[in-house]
């Protein structure tokens, strides 16, 4: 085989066209080492491009997300870039960085990213921007995300769901049972797709909520009796 060999004038287009076949079959370090290697062995500005987009693509598929960071960010300072690799890369390396915990750095990659919710990464960045700023105790702003992610609306209705559940938990960390529940109720028994979590999770959170207010009611003081005989 071509790759067993020295390097020479084919290995570069052999090691293209292994990375893509191991990547495609989710062989992930098998794919990351070809591209590893074609990186080295680039002749040309495109297979370059190819092997850093290959790098960061493995690297977030295998979980190394403080490897995946900084392949993002060689991708981003590469040149002749198209539009669907710069989002590409900034979607993972936001993800990157809310997986290192650096709320920091992934909010405002995550908040631009969220100008277009008709993506599915755009969906998930609305989402993700909601769920720290909530996180950070910024419930308004949380809030206020969410509702404009409702009136954009989104073909990704799992996202869009999600949100709804986050509002949930807005209304509570504020005081507003009421709307937390018949939020959570609605999600209950409207949302369509039974399998991907979103229901189970509403009826978690919904069940959660009505043993508070039970134990609230519980927690209750006895009315005073007053005796009518009493003087």
Known sequence: MVLDR??????????????????NAANYDQALMHYQRLEVNSANKWNLLKAKVGIMRCEYELGKFADC?????????TE????????????????????????????PLFTKLAEETQTAEGAESKYLTAEILFNQ????????????????????????????????????????QFQAKHTLMSMVENYPEQNDGIIDLAKTKLQHLEELEQQQQSDKPEPMQIDPNQN
């Open 80 to 107: 002749n870039l198209s539009e669907v690799q710069q989002h590409e890369a900034n979607f993972k390396l936001a993800k990157s960085y809310l997986q290192l915990n650096d709320t920091n750095n992934a909010l």
């Open 137 to 176: 105790n910024k419930t308004k702003r949380a809030e206020n995300v969410i509702m404009d992610f409702i009136e954009k609306n989104t073909p990704h209705q799992y996202w869009l769901a999600k949100s709804f559940i986050l509002l949930a938990d807005i209304y509570l960390a504020n005081g507003d």
């Open 6 to 23: 020295t390097d020479n004038i084919f290995t570069e287009a052999a090691l293209a066209r292994a990375a893509e076949l191991q990547y």
């Open 69 to 77: 960071k900084k392949a993002a960010l060689q991708v981003l300072a």
